[in-house]
Protein backbone atom coordinates (compact mmCIF):
# COMPACT_ATOMS: atom_id res chain seq x y z
CA UNK A 1 0.00 0.00 0.00
CA UNK A 2 1.01 3.39 -0.35
CA UNK A 3 1.66 5.94 2.63
CA UNK A 4 1.85 8.75 0.29
CA UNK A 5 -1.31 10.41 -0.17
CA UNK A 6 -1.17 10.66 -4.19
CA UNK A 7 -3.66 12.53 -6.32
CA UNK A 8 -4.44 12.77 -10.35
CA UNK A 9 -5.56 16.46 -10.66
CA UNK A 10 -7.24 17.69 -13.88
CA UNK A 11 -5.78 20.73 -15.06
CA UNK A 12 -6.91 22.64 -18.07
CA UNK A 13 -4.84 26.02 -17.86
CA UNK A 14 -7.88 27.16 -16.71
CA UNK A 15 -8.73 29.46 -13.36
CA UNK A 16 -10.40 27.01 -11.59
CA UNK A 17 -8.26 23.89 -12.31
CA UNK A 18 -5.68 26.35 -11.44
CA UNK A 19 -7.16 26.44 -7.86
CA UNK A 20 -8.12 23.14 -7.76
CA UNK A 21 -4.09 21.92 -8.10
CA UNK A 22 -3.39 24.17 -4.84
CA UNK A 23 -6.35 23.40 -2.66
CA UNK A 24 -5.09 19.60 -3.55
CA UNK A 25 -1.54 20.40 -3.00
CA UNK A 26 -2.48 22.36 0.21
CA UNK A 27 -4.20 18.86 1.47
CA UNK A 28 -0.92 17.44 1.79
CA UNK A 29 -1.36 15.14 -1.62
CA UNK A 30 1.38 13.91 -4.03
CA UNK A 31 -0.22 15.63 -7.76
CA UNK A 32 0.34 14.37 -10.99
CA UNK A 33 -1.63 17.33 -13.41
CA UNK A 34 -3.22 15.69 -16.34
CA UNK A 35 -4.05 17.66 -19.70
CA UNK A 36 -6.38 16.41 -22.15
CA UNK A 37 -5.94 17.81 -25.81
CA UNK A 38 -8.81 17.08 -27.20
CA UNK A 39 -8.26 19.33 -30.50
CA UNK A 40 -9.18 22.50 -29.18
CA UNK A 41 -8.76 25.51 -31.70
CA UNK A 42 -7.38 27.42 -29.04
CA UNK A 43 -4.00 25.61 -28.10
CA UNK A 44 -2.93 28.43 -26.10
CA UNK A 45 -5.38 26.47 -23.21
CA UNK A 46 -2.04 23.59 -23.13
CA UNK A 47 0.35 26.31 -22.91
CA UNK A 48 -1.61 27.52 -19.71
CA UNK A 49 -1.73 24.03 -18.45
CA UNK A 50 2.28 23.83 -18.86
CA UNK A 51 3.02 27.34 -16.77
CA UNK A 52 0.34 26.25 -14.42
CA UNK A 53 1.56 22.47 -13.82
CA UNK A 54 5.17 24.22 -13.54
CA UNK A 55 4.24 27.00 -11.21
CA UNK A 56 3.02 24.14 -8.63
CA UNK A 57 5.82 21.84 -9.32
CA UNK A 58 4.18 18.70 -10.13
CA UNK A 59 4.75 16.84 -13.12
CA UNK A 60 2.06 17.17 -16.50
CA UNK A 61 0.99 14.26 -18.57
CA UNK A 62 -0.77 15.62 -21.95
CA UNK A 63 -2.93 13.11 -23.47
CA UNK A 64 -3.85 13.52 -27.37
CA UNK A 65 -7.24 12.96 -28.39
CA UNK A 66 -9.20 14.03 -31.27
CA UNK A 67 -12.65 14.54 -30.65
CA UNK A 68 -13.21 16.50 -34.04
CA UNK A 69 -14.32 13.07 -35.54
CA UNK A 70 -17.08 13.32 -33.16
CA UNK A 71 -18.13 17.07 -33.61
CA UNK A 72 -20.73 18.78 -31.97
CA UNK A 73 -19.13 21.37 -30.07
CA UNK A 74 -17.64 25.35 -31.17
CA UNK A 75 -14.86 24.37 -29.66
CA UNK A 76 -13.92 21.57 -32.16
CA UNK A 77 -15.77 22.28 -35.18
CA UNK A 78 -15.80 25.22 -37.40
CA UNK A 79 -19.01 26.84 -35.19
CA UNK A 80 -18.98 30.72 -35.01
CA UNK A 81 -18.04 30.87 -30.66
CA UNK A 82 -20.90 33.09 -28.56
CA UNK A 83 -20.48 36.44 -27.34
CA UNK A 84 -22.29 36.99 -24.18
CA UNK A 85 -25.39 35.98 -22.97
CA UNK A 86 -26.38 32.53 -23.82
CA UNK A 87 -29.28 30.55 -22.05
CA UNK A 88 -29.32 26.72 -21.41
CA UNK A 89 -26.47 24.25 -22.73
CA UNK A 90 -24.07 26.31 -24.78
CA UNK A 91 -22.81 25.38 -27.89
CA UNK A 92 -19.71 25.50 -26.10
CA UNK A 93 -20.49 22.61 -24.46
CA UNK A 94 -17.90 19.64 -26.03
CA UNK A 95 -20.08 16.12 -26.01
CA UNK A 96 -18.99 14.25 -23.08
CA UNK A 97 -16.09 15.87 -22.11
CA UNK A 98 -15.63 15.46 -18.44
CA UNK A 99 -16.74 11.71 -18.43
CA UNK A 100 -14.02 11.23 -20.83
CA UNK A 101 -11.52 13.51 -18.75
CA UNK A 102 -12.36 11.54 -15.88
CA UNK A 103 -12.22 8.33 -17.70
CA UNK A 104 -8.36 8.84 -18.62
CA UNK A 105 -7.97 10.28 -15.18
CA UNK A 106 -9.31 7.06 -13.82
CA UNK A 107 -6.76 5.47 -15.95
CA UNK A 108 -3.80 7.57 -14.80
CA UNK A 109 -4.78 7.19 -11.25
CA UNK A 110 -4.87 3.13 -11.83
CA UNK A 111 -1.23 3.45 -12.95
CA UNK A 112 0.02 5.78 -10.06
CA UNK A 113 -2.19 3.86 -7.49
CA UNK A 114 -3.30 7.16 -6.83
CA UNK A 115 -6.45 7.62 -4.25
CA UNK A 116 -8.13 10.76 -5.60
CA UNK A 117 -8.69 12.11 -8.67
CA UNK A 118 -9.46 16.18 -8.64
CA UNK A 119 -11.70 17.95 -10.97
CA UNK A 120 -12.35 21.53 -11.01
CA UNK A 121 -15.94 21.35 -11.75
CA UNK A 122 -18.21 24.14 -10.36
CA UNK A 123 -22.17 23.54 -10.02
CA UNK A 124 -22.52 28.09 -9.27
CA UNK A 125 -21.04 28.85 -12.79
CA UNK A 126 -21.94 25.73 -14.53
CA UNK A 127 -23.22 27.56 -17.87
CA UNK A 128 -25.79 24.86 -18.43
CA UNK A 129 -22.47 21.53 -18.43
CA UNK A 130 -24.78 18.66 -17.85
CA UNK A 131 -21.49 16.87 -16.54
CA UNK A 132 -20.68 19.76 -13.84
CA UNK A 133 -23.51 18.68 -11.98
CA UNK A 134 -23.13 16.95 -8.39
CA UNK A 135 -25.59 13.99 -9.00
CA UNK A 136 -22.80 13.36 -12.36
CA UNK A 137 -19.67 13.04 -10.09
CA UNK A 138 -21.23 11.05 -7.69
CA UNK A 139 -21.94 8.76 -10.89
CA UNK A 140 -18.68 8.84 -11.69
CA UNK A 141 -17.31 7.77 -8.36
CA UNK A 142 -19.76 4.83 -8.56
CA UNK A 143 -18.64 3.70 -11.87
CA UNK A 144 -14.86 4.24 -10.99
CA UNK A 145 -15.56 1.93 -7.55
CA UNK A 146 -16.47 -0.98 -10.52
CA UNK A 147 -14.12 -0.19 -12.91
CA UNK A 148 -10.74 -0.67 -11.59
CA UNK A 149 -8.20 -3.34 -10.99
CA UNK A 150 -7.72 -1.06 -7.46
CA UNK A 151 -11.19 -1.03 -7.13
CA UNK A 152 -11.57 -5.42 -7.43
CA UNK A 153 -8.82 -5.60 -4.53
CA UNK A 154 -10.66 -3.10 -2.10
CA UNK A 155 -8.45 0.11 -2.57
CA UNK A 156 -11.22 2.92 -3.54
CA UNK A 157 -11.19 6.11 -5.86
CA UNK A 158 -12.41 9.40 -4.51
CA UNK A 159 -13.19 12.30 -6.82
CA UNK A 160 -12.93 15.36 -5.39
CA UNK A 161 -14.71 18.42 -6.66
CA UNK A 162 -13.48 21.11 -4.03
CA UNK A 163 -15.13 24.22 -6.05
CA UNK A 164 -18.07 22.38 -6.30
CA UNK A 165 -19.90 24.89 -4.49
CA UNK A 166 -17.97 28.25 -4.69
CA UNK A 167 -18.70 31.10 -6.96
CA UNK A 168 -16.19 32.27 -9.00
CA UNK A 169 -15.51 35.36 -6.72
CA UNK A 170 -14.61 32.91 -3.99
CA UNK A 171 -12.55 30.56 -6.27
CA UNK A 172 -10.18 33.73 -6.73
CA UNK A 173 -10.16 34.48 -3.37
CA UNK A 174 -9.22 31.21 -1.93
CA UNK A 175 -6.71 30.63 -4.76
CA UNK A 176 -4.95 33.58 -4.14
CA UNK A 177 -4.54 33.33 -0.62
CA UNK A 178 -2.79 29.83 -2.02
CA UNK A 179 -0.44 31.83 -4.01
CA UNK A 180 -2.01 31.01 -7.70
CA UNK A 181 -0.56 33.39 -10.52
CA UNK A 182 -3.46 33.90 -12.41
CA UNK A 183 -1.25 35.15 -14.70
CA UNK A 184 -0.42 31.77 -15.46
CA UNK A 185 -4.05 30.79 -16.77
CA UNK A 186 -6.52 31.05 -20.00
CA UNK A 187 -9.92 31.58 -19.65
CA UNK A 188 -11.22 32.55 -23.35
CA UNK A 189 -12.30 30.47 -25.60
CA UNK A 190 -10.90 32.15 -28.49
CA UNK A 191 -7.72 33.44 -26.83
CA UNK A 192 -5.04 34.51 -29.50
CA UNK A 193 -1.81 33.26 -30.27
CA UNK A 194 0.10 34.79 -27.85
CA UNK A 195 -2.75 34.13 -24.84
CA UNK A 196 -4.44 37.23 -25.25
CA UNK A 197 -8.21 36.99 -24.07
CA UNK A 198 -10.88 38.23 -25.71
CA UNK A 199 -13.27 40.40 -23.12
CA UNK A 200 -16.21 39.76 -25.02
CA UNK A 201 -16.97 35.30 -25.03
CA UNK A 202 -18.89 33.75 -22.02
CA UNK A 203 -16.43 32.62 -20.25
CA UNK A 204 -13.49 36.36 -20.67
CA UNK A 205 -17.23 38.18 -19.43
CA UNK A 206 -17.50 35.15 -16.12
CA UNK A 207 -13.64 35.84 -15.67
CA UNK A 208 -13.89 39.27 -15.62
CA UNK A 209 -17.17 39.23 -13.23
CA UNK A 210 -15.19 37.08 -10.82
CA UNK A 211 -12.33 39.14 -10.59
CA UNK A 212 -14.40 42.71 -9.97
CA UNK A 213 -16.75 40.82 -7.38
CA UNK A 214 -13.20 39.18 -5.32
CA UNK A 215 -11.65 42.62 -5.10
CA UNK A 216 -8.70 41.44 -6.94
CA UNK A 217 -6.84 42.60 -9.72
CA UNK A 218 -7.15 40.82 -12.68
CA UNK A 219 -3.57 39.63 -14.30
CA UNK A 220 -5.13 38.64 -17.58
CA UNK A 221 -4.26 40.04 -20.77
CA UNK A 222 -6.38 41.24 -22.59
CA UNK A 223 -6.02 41.97 -26.56
CA UNK B 1 -37.69 12.95 -31.71
CA UNK B 2 -36.13 10.02 -33.82
CA UNK B 3 -38.18 7.89 -35.53
CA UNK B 4 -35.49 5.44 -36.19
CA UNK B 5 -33.72 3.25 -33.87
CA UNK B 6 -30.12 4.45 -33.75
CA UNK B 7 -27.19 2.79 -32.47
CA UNK B 8 -23.20 3.53 -31.69
CA UNK B 9 -21.23 0.33 -31.72
CA UNK B 10 -18.48 -0.28 -30.48
CA UNK B 11 -15.88 -2.17 -33.02
CA UNK B 12 -12.14 -2.95 -32.39
CA UNK B 13 -11.64 -5.47 -35.63
CA UNK B 14 -12.54 -8.77 -33.11
CA UNK B 15 -14.42 -11.40 -33.34
CA UNK B 16 -16.88 -10.38 -30.73
CA UNK B 17 -17.54 -6.53 -31.30
CA UNK B 18 -18.64 -8.16 -35.42
CA UNK B 19 -20.93 -10.55 -33.99
CA UNK B 20 -21.72 -7.28 -31.75
CA UNK B 21 -22.52 -5.27 -34.75
CA UNK B 22 -24.42 -8.10 -36.93
CA UNK B 23 -26.30 -8.24 -33.64
CA UNK B 24 -27.19 -4.79 -33.72
CA UNK B 25 -28.38 -4.71 -37.29
CA UNK B 26 -30.28 -7.81 -36.40
CA UNK B 27 -32.28 -6.30 -34.28
CA UNK B 28 -33.43 -3.14 -36.46
CA UNK B 29 -30.88 -0.36 -35.16
CA UNK B 30 -29.33 2.31 -37.59
CA UNK B 31 -25.50 1.46 -36.89
CA UNK B 32 -22.80 3.88 -36.49
CA UNK B 33 -19.40 2.40 -35.67
CA UNK B 34 -16.90 3.75 -33.51
CA UNK B 35 -13.36 2.41 -33.25
CA UNK B 36 -11.25 3.85 -31.09
CA UNK B 37 -6.92 3.70 -31.75
CA UNK B 38 -5.39 4.30 -29.01
CA UNK B 39 -1.95 3.47 -29.57
CA UNK B 40 -1.75 -0.23 -29.88
CA UNK B 41 1.10 -1.97 -30.83
CA UNK B 42 -1.58 -4.16 -33.53
CA UNK B 43 -2.32 -1.54 -36.59
CA UNK B 44 -4.06 -4.64 -38.04
CA UNK B 45 -6.79 -4.34 -35.58
CA UNK B 46 -7.69 -0.55 -36.83
CA UNK B 47 -8.04 -2.56 -40.79
CA UNK B 48 -9.83 -5.36 -39.12
CA UNK B 49 -12.02 -3.12 -38.07
CA UNK B 50 -12.73 -1.01 -41.61
CA UNK B 51 -13.32 -4.38 -42.95
CA UNK B 52 -16.07 -5.44 -40.36
CA UNK B 53 -18.16 -2.19 -41.05
CA UNK B 54 -17.56 -1.89 -44.75
CA UNK B 55 -19.08 -5.23 -44.84
CA UNK B 56 -21.88 -4.77 -42.48
CA UNK B 57 -22.83 -1.91 -44.87
CA UNK B 58 -22.32 0.80 -42.15
CA UNK B 59 -20.11 4.20 -41.47
CA UNK B 60 -17.31 3.72 -39.56
CA UNK B 61 -15.66 6.57 -37.31
CA UNK B 62 -11.93 6.59 -35.74
CA UNK B 63 -10.64 8.45 -32.67
CA UNK B 64 -7.06 8.50 -32.59
CA UNK B 65 -6.01 8.46 -28.61
CA UNK B 66 -2.56 7.89 -27.33
CA UNK B 67 -3.22 6.50 -23.97
CA UNK B 68 1.27 5.80 -24.25
CA UNK B 69 1.34 8.65 -21.37
CA UNK B 70 -0.91 6.98 -19.13
CA UNK B 71 1.16 3.38 -19.49
CA UNK B 72 0.44 0.81 -18.12
CA UNK B 73 -0.04 -2.49 -20.27
CA UNK B 74 1.62 -4.43 -22.67
CA UNK B 75 -1.07 -3.90 -25.54
CA UNK B 76 0.80 0.00 -25.29
CA UNK B 77 3.84 -0.39 -23.54
CA UNK B 78 7.12 -2.64 -24.34
CA UNK B 79 5.95 -5.40 -21.87
CA UNK B 80 6.65 -8.82 -23.32
CA UNK B 81 2.70 -10.22 -24.52
CA UNK B 82 2.60 -13.32 -22.10
CA UNK B 83 1.88 -16.95 -24.13
CA UNK B 84 -0.76 -19.17 -22.61
CA UNK B 85 -2.07 -19.53 -19.15
CA UNK B 86 -2.16 -16.15 -17.00
CA UNK B 87 -4.05 -16.09 -14.40
CA UNK B 88 -6.27 -13.32 -12.63
CA UNK B 89 -5.79 -9.44 -14.27
CA UNK B 90 -3.64 -9.78 -17.10
CA UNK B 91 -1.24 -7.51 -18.66
CA UNK B 92 -2.03 -6.72 -21.28
CA UNK B 93 -5.20 -5.07 -19.54
CA UNK B 94 -5.41 -1.31 -20.73
CA UNK B 95 -6.12 0.81 -17.86
CA UNK B 96 -9.67 2.24 -17.85
CA UNK B 97 -9.92 1.18 -21.24
CA UNK B 98 -14.10 0.38 -21.94
CA UNK B 99 -14.42 3.15 -20.03
CA UNK B 100 -12.77 5.73 -22.52
CA UNK B 101 -14.14 3.71 -25.26
CA UNK B 102 -18.01 4.14 -23.77
CA UNK B 103 -17.42 7.86 -22.52
CA UNK B 104 -16.22 8.19 -26.62
CA UNK B 105 -19.23 6.60 -27.73
CA UNK B 106 -21.32 8.62 -25.22
CA UNK B 107 -20.28 11.61 -27.13
CA UNK B 108 -21.16 10.47 -30.22
CA UNK B 109 -24.82 9.05 -29.12
CA UNK B 110 -25.00 12.62 -28.24
CA UNK B 111 -24.24 14.42 -31.40
CA UNK B 112 -26.16 11.23 -34.02
CA UNK B 113 -29.22 11.54 -31.11
CA UNK B 114 -28.74 7.86 -30.42
CA UNK B 115 -30.44 5.91 -28.28
CA UNK B 116 -28.23 2.76 -27.27
CA UNK B 117 -24.58 2.07 -27.82
CA UNK B 118 -23.50 -1.90 -28.05
CA UNK B 119 -20.59 -3.32 -26.93
CA UNK B 120 -18.92 -6.71 -27.28
CA UNK B 121 -17.78 -7.60 -23.57
CA UNK B 122 -18.43 -10.58 -21.87
CA UNK B 123 -18.41 -11.48 -18.84
CA UNK B 124 -17.47 -15.34 -19.28
CA UNK B 125 -14.21 -15.24 -21.09
CA UNK B 126 -13.77 -12.42 -19.23
CA UNK B 127 -10.00 -12.95 -18.47
CA UNK B 128 -10.09 -10.84 -15.77
CA UNK B 129 -11.10 -7.21 -16.84
CA UNK B 130 -13.17 -5.50 -14.51
CA UNK B 131 -14.69 -3.38 -16.78
CA UNK B 132 -16.61 -6.27 -18.77
CA UNK B 133 -18.80 -7.07 -15.95
CA UNK B 134 -22.68 -6.46 -15.51
CA UNK B 135 -22.15 -4.83 -12.53
CA UNK B 136 -19.28 -1.82 -14.46
CA UNK B 137 -22.36 -1.98 -17.68
CA UNK B 138 -24.73 -1.04 -15.46
CA UNK B 139 -22.77 1.60 -13.58
CA UNK B 140 -22.06 3.29 -17.08
CA UNK B 141 -25.52 3.36 -17.97
CA UNK B 142 -26.54 5.25 -14.52
CA UNK B 143 -23.55 7.71 -14.94
CA UNK B 144 -24.30 8.22 -19.15
CA UNK B 145 -28.04 9.04 -17.89
CA UNK B 146 -26.58 11.84 -15.80
CA UNK B 147 -24.11 13.50 -18.12
CA UNK B 148 -25.22 14.58 -21.55
CA UNK B 149 -27.84 16.87 -22.94
CA UNK B 150 -30.17 14.40 -24.01
CA UNK B 151 -30.46 12.70 -20.12
CA UNK B 152 -30.97 16.30 -18.82
CA UNK B 153 -33.92 16.49 -21.15
CA UNK B 154 -35.14 13.06 -20.67
CA UNK B 155 -33.69 10.79 -23.30
CA UNK B 156 -32.32 8.11 -22.21
CA UNK B 157 -29.48 5.93 -23.47
CA UNK B 158 -29.25 1.97 -23.08
CA UNK B 159 -25.93 0.37 -22.90
CA UNK B 160 -26.84 -2.81 -25.02
CA UNK B 161 -24.31 -6.13 -23.91
CA UNK B 162 -25.90 -8.94 -26.38
CA UNK B 163 -22.65 -11.15 -25.45
CA UNK B 164 -22.58 -10.91 -21.69
CA UNK B 165 -23.40 -14.32 -20.77
CA UNK B 166 -22.15 -15.89 -24.41
CA UNK B 167 -19.64 -18.42 -24.41
CA UNK B 168 -16.90 -17.90 -27.11
CA UNK B 169 -18.56 -20.90 -28.76
CA UNK B 170 -21.81 -19.49 -28.92
CA UNK B 171 -20.73 -16.15 -30.16
CA UNK B 172 -19.40 -17.42 -33.14
CA UNK B 173 -22.20 -19.59 -33.67
CA UNK B 174 -25.05 -16.25 -33.11
CA UNK B 175 -22.28 -14.33 -35.81
CA UNK B 176 -22.07 -17.12 -38.16
CA UNK B 177 -26.05 -17.66 -38.65
CA UNK B 178 -26.14 -13.82 -38.73
CA UNK B 179 -23.61 -13.85 -41.97
CA UNK B 180 -20.43 -12.51 -40.28
CA UNK B 181 -17.25 -13.39 -42.31
CA UNK B 182 -14.62 -14.16 -39.04
CA UNK B 183 -11.75 -14.16 -41.75
CA UNK B 184 -12.53 -10.82 -41.37
CA UNK B 185 -11.32 -10.29 -38.01
CA UNK B 186 -7.84 -10.00 -36.15
CA UNK B 187 -8.03 -11.42 -32.52
CA UNK B 188 -4.25 -11.65 -32.38
CA UNK B 189 -2.40 -9.73 -29.52
CA UNK B 190 0.28 -9.57 -32.05
CA UNK B 191 -0.84 -10.20 -35.60
CA UNK B 192 2.32 -9.23 -38.52
CA UNK B 193 1.86 -6.86 -40.77
CA UNK B 194 -0.51 -9.09 -42.64
CA UNK B 195 -3.05 -9.09 -40.38
CA UNK B 196 -2.04 -12.87 -39.77
CA UNK B 197 -2.21 -14.38 -35.76
CA UNK B 198 0.17 -15.79 -33.83
CA UNK B 199 -1.59 -18.75 -32.37
CA UNK B 200 0.08 -18.85 -28.77
CA UNK B 201 -1.00 -15.48 -27.50
CA UNK B 202 -3.85 -15.50 -24.97
CA UNK B 203 -6.50 -13.98 -27.33
CA UNK B 204 -5.60 -16.74 -30.31
CA UNK B 205 -5.84 -19.40 -27.54
CA UNK B 206 -9.24 -18.53 -26.77
CA UNK B 207 -10.52 -17.66 -30.15
CA UNK B 208 -9.08 -21.34 -31.42
CA UNK B 209 -10.71 -23.19 -28.96
CA UNK B 210 -13.95 -21.65 -29.56
CA UNK B 211 -13.79 -22.61 -33.08
CA UNK B 212 -13.19 -25.83 -32.18
CA UNK B 213 -16.05 -25.96 -29.64
CA UNK B 214 -18.66 -24.22 -31.84
CA UNK B 215 -17.76 -27.18 -34.24
CA UNK B 216 -17.12 -24.16 -37.26
CA UNK B 217 -14.19 -23.57 -39.53
CA UNK B 218 -11.71 -21.02 -37.83
CA UNK B 219 -10.84 -18.60 -41.27
CA UNK B 220 -8.09 -17.25 -39.19
CA UNK B 221 -4.61 -17.23 -41.51
CA UNK B 222 -1.67 -18.29 -38.75
CA UNK B 223 1.63 -17.16 -38.85
Given at each position: MNTVKRAVVLVSGGLDSATTLAMAKDQGFDCHALAV??????RSELQAAERVARAAGVPLRIVDIDLRSIGGSALTDDIEVPEGG??????TYVPARNTIMLSLAMGLAEVLQAEAIFIGVN???????????PEFIAAFESLANRATKAAVEGAPLAIHT?????TKAEIIQRGTLLGVDYGDTVSCYQAD????????CDSCLIRIAGFQAAGITDPTRYA
Open positions: NYGQRHTEGIPVAVDYSGYPDCRPLIDLEDGRACAV
